[in-house]
C-alpha cells in the first residue's frame, strides 16, 4: 500500500521502482493514493492510467479527488478508482470500495474512508465502515484492505482501533508525513497512522518551500507548486493470511530515487 503520490514527480518514482518491486517482494497486489497524482492536487484519466501502466492495482483517493472535474465521469466507469464511500451515495459519482482479484488468484476488498476532523463534515466513518462490514447484502472476501483519508492521528488510531479484527489492514494516508506506529493489533488487523507520501524528499509535503513558506510567515495565500529533486518513496508490505484475513505483518517500506 503506497502512500500519496505527489505530483510528476511521485508518479515517476513510482514507475521506477514499483515494476522492481513487485518482482523483488513478490506483490500479489497493490494500492496507491492517487488524489494528489494531477499537479499535485486532484486526479485525471492520464495520471490514473499512468499509475496502472506502472503496476498499481487500485487507486484510492481523498479529499482532492473532486479538484479535476475531467474524473468525475471516470470515477463512474472505472472500477479501480476510489473515492472515500463516506461522501454517500446521492450525487456523489463513482465508489468508495471493491472487490478485487490479486495476482495470485486471491479476491479481496478495498475500502476507502475519509475522517472529518478538520475536514469536510461528511457522513461519519465509523458508522459507514459498520454499516458496510456488517450489512452488505454479500460478506467480503477476508482480505480488506482501508485506506483511511484523515487529517488527525487520534481519529485513525481510534479508527483502527474500531475495526480491528473486522479487516486486514487500516493505514492512514493525507497528511504526507510518514509515522513509525506500525503494528499489527490485538486481533491481527495491521495498522499505521500514516503511510508518508510519495514525492520530492526536500519538500514541504510534497511541494516547493518557496510556495508554501508565506503561508506560515506572514499568512498569505499563495499557489503550492510541486517539489523538484530527489523522491521518496514510501510504503507500507502487508502479508495477510488469505483463508482468515488476519494480518501476519506490516513492515515500511522506504526508497529514495534521483530522477
Not at 515517476?12 to 492517487?34: I, K, M, S
Not at 485525471?44 to 475531467?70: C, Q, Y
Amino acid at each position: 500500500m503506497i502512500g500519496d503520490v505527489i505530483g510528476r514527480p511521485g508518479r515517476q518514482a513510482v514507475e521506477r521502482l514499483l515494476p522492481d518491486l513487485r518482482r523483488e517482494l513478490e506483490l500479489a497486489f497493490v494500492t496507491a493514493n492517487g488524489e494528489n497524482l494531477a499537479g499535485g492536487m486532484g486526479l485525471t484519466p492520464s495520471t490514473a492510467d499512468a499509475l496502472f501502466a506502472a503496476g498499481v492495482d487500485v487507486i484510492t483517493s481523498g479529499n482532492h479527488i473532486w479538484d479535476k472535474r475531467e474524473i468525475y465521469p471516470h470515477l463512474e466507469h472505472d472500477e479501480r478508482i476510489l473515492r472515500p464511500h463516506n461522501y454517500g451515495t446521492d450525487g456523489v459519482p463513482g465508489r468508495g470500495w471493491g472487490v478485487f482479484e490479486a495476482a495470485d488468484g486471491t479476491e479481496l476488498a478495498v475500502l476507502n474512508f475519509q475522517g472529518r476532523t478538520y475536514m469536510m463534515p461528511i457522513e461519519n466513518p465509523f458508522t459507514e465502515a459498520d454499516r458496510l462490514l456488517d450489512e452488505a447484502s454479500e460478506s467480503l472476501p477476508p482480505i480488506r484492505l482501508v485506506d483511511f483519508h484523515c487529517e488527525l492521528t487520534s481519529e485513525k488510531n481510534a479508527f483502527g482501533v474500531h475495526l480491528d479484527g473486522r479487516v486486514s489492514a487500516v493505514v492512514g494516508t493525507h497528511t504526507h508525513v510518514v509515522t513509525g506506529d506500525e503494528r499489527i493489533m490485538p486481533r491481527g488487523t495491521a495498522y499505521q497512522s500514516d503511510l508518508g507520501m510519495t514525492g520530492p524528499l526536500h519538500s514541504i509535503i510534497g511541494f516547493e518551500p518557496r510556495t508554501v513558506l508565506p503561508r506560515f510567515i506572514n499568512g498569505l495565500p499563495t499557489r503550492f507548486e510541486v517539489g523538484s529533486g530527489p523522491v521518496v518513496f514510501n510504503a507500507a508490505l502487508i502479508e495477510v493470511d488469505p483463508a482468515t484475513g488476519r494480518a501476519r505483518s506490516i513492515e515500511r517500506i522506504q526508497r529514495v530515487v534521483e530522477l
